[in-house]
């Protein structure tokens, strides 16, 4: 039996054991690539063009970070300055680092200020507008998912695309989509599984209009939490008009350190303020404010203050769990100043 199906004599099964074996290999290579590539970035040194760590596409995986779903943006604007509108169909998150402004999606008028969060609905017109009396700063973390998906496209607004960023459908087509889309109604009540299955796009374009579009720091509390001292702004429970990621911020006061812990899905921190270094499975990363941290799945990490002021973490994360019930954080160590 076993030489009736070996690959050598049944052709079909020879194809599917040798891109069986393709993938192996391929996995192997980019675990070494991750295993090479920095953990600690600083975005000047790769900021060439718009993203920090890589361009949303799929051929860019495992070129600057060890990171394949998230990268990231910065937007910086001086005194009374403008960015160009843009759309994309995927949903856009802004933290603000520093200064304040406004964000105008379809018209609507979104006020901000630091440690603000913004947030813009999927294919949304949207441009910053930063005070005339003060800049601002802004990162703009973002999945990777889309290229995978087909849905890489955003709306260059009569600029002109280059040969490799020509969408593969028009710019009308995703209007009328998008278009059709929203104009769905409630569905009648149902009892059957399909019927909730139809209510999600409404309850979604409701989430769209009503949900938040700026969270407030001073609406947020901290937690004191095995993880340390945390803020959250966005996680899976809550109305938000951008439900792609969640995002915490993490203080960390000097000679303290957070938790130890350990998940699947990837994590993307920026510095605001402090400096230290994080552990992963026991190898040292030194980092400081302005730095980027990557940590990549199934990593025991923690986060240590070495410094003489207050560290400041911004901590965004894949909303997808992982499959087949691994999406949950197991907790190795406690944080330092945890007392319970």
Known sequence: MAEKHSPAENPAAAEHYYDYEARFIKQKR????INILPRVIKPAMFAKGEFALGDPRVFSRYTVAPLSALTCSFVELGADGDTAPRRMIPSVVAYIVAGSGACFQDGVKVEFAAGDVVLTPPYTTYHFSADPKSGFRAWLPQLRLWHGQGLLWRDPF??????DEKDLTSEQEVAE???SRRQVREPVPGKTRYDWFLSRLADENRVEREGLRVIRAADRAWEETRQGKIKFYLHRWMDAAARGLDLMVQE?????????????????????KGRGYDLHESTRHPWEAGDLICVPPMIAH?????????????????????????GGIEQIGNASDWKR
């Open 30 to 33: 980019e675990q070494e690539r």
């Open 158 to 163: 009569g600029a002109r695309k280059s040969d």
């Open 177 to 179: 989509i998008f278009r």
């Open 302 to 326: 923690q986060h240590v203050n070495d410094g003489a002021d207050v560290a400041h973490l911004i901590s965004v994360w894949p909303q997808q769990p992982g499959h087949e019930l691994l």
């Open 252 to 272: 960390i006061a000097p000679g303290e350190h957070s938790g130890e812990h350990r998940h699947i899905f990837e994590e993307l921190l920026l510095v605001v």
